[in-house]
């Protein structure tokens, strides 16, 4: 008997032939202005992708980073909230739909979603790859104008990944507050970058004002206790990367790392980790070094030595990102 087809495999499959009868120079062109808006530093209110080259570049070139950072926000949500399923969902500036995949794989089954988006060739080309999966056929693909006066349907689960850093300020506190009187639970994700980093603990203060508490990755619904200017606040996802992905991007391995920033907020009192790891653990000769966000609000160094035996173990297998110590 076949083992089932996951959500990831069957987007890498359906992303596989996008770029098919696309010039090669058309799509190098699209990738390189793709590369300059979302690194570049100037909001803007009209969409990034702008024709089907525009799209299926950026299909090739970010969707698969996109998808993996997403969804490992909403794993790390699940964990916290493991009885929880939503059953609705709304994509806020989902394009191409990466965040409707990552919640696909999240929590698997057919749910009513809406991915809301102002560029039309995004949500065609998104619906072309949904049409892939059984549990996403019936997804709504809505064109929709992101930023004031954004008004968005009632839903259990609100994503915005990879969107505030389009959008002026004025843009992005209508977006989160669009959210707030929307979703019982909002996931905001961006890049891993001091900026994106800036943008989510903005759209956390406004969730937590709102009256929304905390699920990950903060083990609080306190300031975060970074000083800003000094750090920030990332995490990494690794990303399969396929050979039509490497021939876009250029590049040669198998994988790489995706950085992000993220916050997942709920309407109902959890009970988050005890602490966060926040950095990399350093593994040493009978010591891991594990820099941890904790629950009282402050980031500390935890050193777990071979003496310590079965946690020295489970230390060793830690991973940034997850929560510490482990259940049981």
């Given at each position: 008997?076949?083992?089932?087809?996951?959500?990831?495999?069957?987007?890498?499959?359906?992303?596989?032939?996008?770029?098919?009868?696309?010039?090669?120079?058309?799509?190098?062109?699209?990738?390189?202005?793709?590369?300059?808006?979302?690194?570049?530093?100037?909001?803007?209110?009209?969409?990034?992708?702008?024709?089907?080259?525009?799209?299926?570049?950026?299909?090739?070139?970010?969707?698969?980073?996109?998808?993996?950072?997403?969804?490992?926000?909403?794993?790390?949500?699940?964990?916290?909230?493991?009885?929880?399923?939503p059953g609705s969902h709304v994509d806020v500036g989902g394009g191409t739909g990466?965040?409707?995949?990552?919640?696909?794989?999240?929590?698997?089954?057919?749910?009513?979603?809406?991915?809301?988006?102002?560029?039309?060739?995004?949500?065609?080309?998104?619906?072309?790859?949904?049409?892939?999966?059984?549990?996403?056929?019936?997804?709504?693909?809505?064109?929709?104008?992101?930023?004031?006066?954004?008004?968005?349907?009632?839903?259990?689960?609100?994503?915005?990944?990879?969107?505030?850093?389009?959008?002026?300020?004025?843009?992005?506190?209508?977006?989160?507050?669009?959210?707030?009187?929307?979703?019982?639970?909002?996931?905001?994700?961006?890049?891993?970058?001091?900026?994106?980093?800036?943008?989510?603990?903005?759209?956390?203060?406004?969730?937590?004002?709102?009256?929304?508490?905390?699920?990950?990755?903060?083990?609080?619904?306190?300031?975060?206790?970074?000083?800003?200017?000094?750090?920030?606040?990332?995490?990494?996802?690794?990303?399969?990367?396929?050979?039509?992905?490497?021939?876009?991007?250029?590049?040669?391995?198998?994988?790489?790392?995706?950085?992000?920033?993220y916050v997942a907020v709920t309407r109902e009192p959890v009970a988050p980790v005890?602490?966060?790891?926040?950095?990399?653990?350093?593994?040493?000769?009978?010591?891991?070094?594990?820099?941890?966000?904790?629950?009282?609000?402050?980031?500390?160094?935890?050193?777990?030595?071979?003496r310590q035996g079965s946690l020295y173990k489970e230390a060793r297998d830690a991973?940034?990102?997850?929560?510490?110590?482990?259940?049981?």
């Amino acid at each position: 008997m076949n083992a089932p087809v996951s959500p990831a495999e069957t987007l890498r499959a359906a992303l596989a032939g996008l770029l098919d009868g696309l010039p090669p120079k058309a799509a190098a062109q699209a990738v390189d202005r793709l590369i300059a808006n979302y690194r570049g530093t100037t909001p803007t209110d009209t969409p990034i992708l702008r024709d089907r080259a525009d799209v299926a570049a950026y299909a090739a070139y970010r969707m698969p980073a996109t998808f993996e950072a997403v969804r490992a926000a909403l794993d790390a949500f699940a964990d916290v909230v493991p009885e929880w399923v939503p059953g609705s969902h709304v994509d806020v500036g989902g394009g191409t739909g990466a965040a409707t995949w990552a919640v696909h794989a999240t929590w698997p089954g057919e749910r009513p979603v809406t991915v809301l988006d102002w560029a039309e060739p995004a949500l065609v080309l998104g619906r072309e790859l949904a049409a892939a999966s059984p549990q996403l056929r019936s997804a709504e693909w809505r064109r929709a104008r992101i930023g004031a006066q954004l008004a968005l349907p009632a839903a259990d689960l609100v994503t915005v990944s990879y969107v505030l850093g389009e959008l002026t300020e004025d843009g992005r506190g209508a977006v989160v507050d669009a959210a707030v009187a929307a979703g019982r639970a909002v996931v905001i994700i961006e890049p891993g970058t001091p900026d994106g980093y800036a943008r989510v603990i903005a759209a956390r203060d406004r969730l937590i004002g709102a009256g929304f508490f905390v699920a990950a990755p903060c083990p609080h619904s306190a300031a975060c206790p970074i000083v800003p200017g000094e750090d920030w606040c990332h995490f990494s996802a690794r990303v399969s990367r396929s050979s039509l992905h490497r021939q876009v991007k250029g590049g040669s391995l198998a994988y790489e790392d995706e950085k992000f920033s993220y916050v997942a907020v709920t309407r109902e009192p959890v009970a988050p980790v005890a602490s966060r790891v926040v950095r990399r653990p350093q593994i040493r000769k009978g010591q891991v070094l594990l820099d941890l966000c904790e629950v009282e609000g402050g980031l500390r160094r935890s050193t777990v030595t071979k003496r310590q035996g079965s946690l020295y173990k489970e230390a060793r297998d830690a991973a940034w990102g997850d929560g510490w110590p482990p259940a049981g």
